[in-house]
C-alpha cells in the first residue's frame, strides 16, 4: 500500500493517513475483509513514528472503517465502503468549493475559471489516478513474489 505524507501540509500526519485509507477504500483499491498492513510495517515504509500511524489507525476504527481481528490485525470493514465514498466527496467538494471561490473573489471570470478547470481535467486523464496506479504496482508486485 502507497501512503504520501506531506509534512509542511496544515492537516495533521496522522489525519492524512486517515484520509488516504478511506480514499482508497472508496477507490476500491482496498477491499471490505482486506487486512490493513501492521502499525510496525507502515510506519516503517512511510518512515514514522508507530504511535502516529496507531493514532491513525484508532481514529479508522472509531470512524468505523475498521476493525481489529485478535491476532490478525486491521480488517476493512463491510459497511466502509460507502462511509468513505460519502467522506471522500464531502471532502473534495468543500476543497474544490474553496479554491473556486478562492478563484471568483479574486476577479476571475466564470469563463476563466472554466477554462483553468477544463486545462487541469485534460493534463489529469492522461494518467491513472495515484490511487488506482497504486493498487497496479501492488498487484505486479504481488504476482512477481
Request: glycine letters at 8%; charged letters at 20%; a neutral charge.
Amino acid at each position: 500500500m502507497f501512503f504520501s505524507v506531506d509534512v509542511q501540509s496544515d492537516v495533521a500526519i496522522y489525519l492524512q493517513l486517515v484520509r488516504q485509507v478511506k480514499f482508497a477504500i472508496a477507490a476500491g483499491t482496498l477491499r471490505p475483509g482486506q487486512l490493513l498492513p501492521s502499525v510496525r510495517a507502515l510506519s516503517g515504509q512511510v518512515a514514522l513514528n508507530p504511535n502516529t500511524v496507531a493514532r491513525a489507525f484508532g481514529q479508522l476504527q472509531t470512524d468505523g472503517v475498521v476493525e481489529s481481528l485478535r491476532g490478525r490485525g486491521m480488517v476493512v470493514r463491510e459497511e466502509a465502503v460507502a462511509l468513505c465514498r460519502q467522506e471522500r466527496e464531502a471532502v473534495l467538494r468543500e476543497r474544490i468549493g474553496g479554491v473556486l471561490g478562492e478563484a471568483w473573489n479574486a476577479g476571475l471570470s466564470k469563463a476563466q475559471i472554466k477554462t483553468f478547470v477544463d486545462e487541469h481535467l485534460r493534463a489529469l486523464c492522461q494518467q491513472p489516478p495515484a490511487v488506482l496506479a497504486a493498487a497496479t504496482d501492488a498487484e505486479h508486485q504481488a504476482g512477481s513474489d
